[in-house]
């Protein structure tokens, strides 16, 4: 088999480690891009896959310290990029957005951590790396390196989110809440919110969007109705967001292109993310 071929074995998961490690999947495709270059010149592996998955985390760990110094001067909240799926099982990214952990709740409990303690907790966590090989990616001590895992185990813990509702109910939310709102159902609308709604929007300063995170359901439904009176309802298709419904926006006058998804739970929507942010949008395919 050619180096090639073990390469192209490996792709889909390599991705889905560098998003859940990086929260982008512009940068997920970049790192193992540049993985390939170090394999294809690389003799001797035993094991590829583990090999390919600490190569690929070095970088991941690269940007994420990158994105950490961003981030100082970032305007406004900071969301992952959005993972668009068709829901297909022939879909090459339908195995990464099944765990739960690439959805975007958790995703941004994720960017709660440090680089060093996302990619221990992360590839032990969630891919069960053994931490003498973490150690090495972080450049650390075993020792150093299980000390970051359990710190972050500690954040991600206090601050997970809800189990992912099923599809159907997400469906049945949604619809609802979409519906209430192009009516003007404002009693509906805030039946469908969860007392504790938050709505959190990352438009990076060169897209609108709350700049500050919206909380509570009566601030949600407010701001929500604001832009409506301001804007017009808006046109949108419905899409699989990091395994949850969402809806994917095209650039309506002077609303930009976005997508847009939500937490669900108890029946009620818990969360929004709206992402703006054009720089976060770039692998998004807006038309109808």
Not at 90 to 118: C, F, I
Request: aromatic content about 6%; charged content about 25%.
């Amino acid at each position: 088999m050619t180096t090639a071929e073990d390469f192209g074995l490996h792709r889909t998961h390599l991705i889905g480690v560098a998003y859940r490690l990086t929260g982008s999947i512009a940068d997920a495709e970049d790192a193992v891009q540049e993985a390939w270059p170090r394999f294809a010149k690389a003799e001797g592996i035993e094991d590829v896959r583990g090999w390919l998955t600490t190569v690929v985390s070095r970088i991941c760990l690269d940007r994420l310290r990158s994105a950490a110094v961003r981030r100082e001067t970032y305007v406004g909240s900071w969301l992952p990029e959005p993972l668009i799926t068709t829901g297909e099982d022939d879909d090459p990214l339908a195995s990464v957005v099944r765990s739960d952990g690439v959805r975007m709740a958790a995703l941004v409990v994720l960017d709660k951590l440090t680089p060093d303690q996302r990619v221990a907790f992360v590839l032990h966590d969630a891919f069960a790396l053994p931490f003498s090989e973490i150690a090495d990616v972080l450049g650390v001590s075993e020792a150093a390196a299980r000390k970051h895992a359990s710190r972050a185990r500690k954040i991600v813990t206090g601050s997970a989110p809800p189990p992912r509702a099923a599809l159907d109910e997400q469906r049945e939310v949604l619809e609802k809440f979409l519906t209430a709102m192009s009516s003007g159902d404002v009693e509906a609308v805030l039946g469908l919110l969860h007392p504790d709604a938050v709505m959190i929007g990352d438009g990076g300063g060169k897209a609108r969007t709350a700049v500050n995170t919206v909380s509570g359901a009566d601030k949600v439904a407010r701001f929500f109705f604001g832009l409506v009176r301001k804007y017009g309802y808006p046109q949108m298709r419905p899409a699989l967001v990091n395994g949850d419904l969402g809806v994917v926006m095209a650039a309506q006058g002077d609303v930009a292109e976005r997508v847009t998804t939500f937490t669900v739970h108890d029946g009620k929507v818990l969360a929004v993310y709206d992402i703006a942010n054009p720089d976060k949008l770039g692998h998004v395919d807006f038309l109808v």
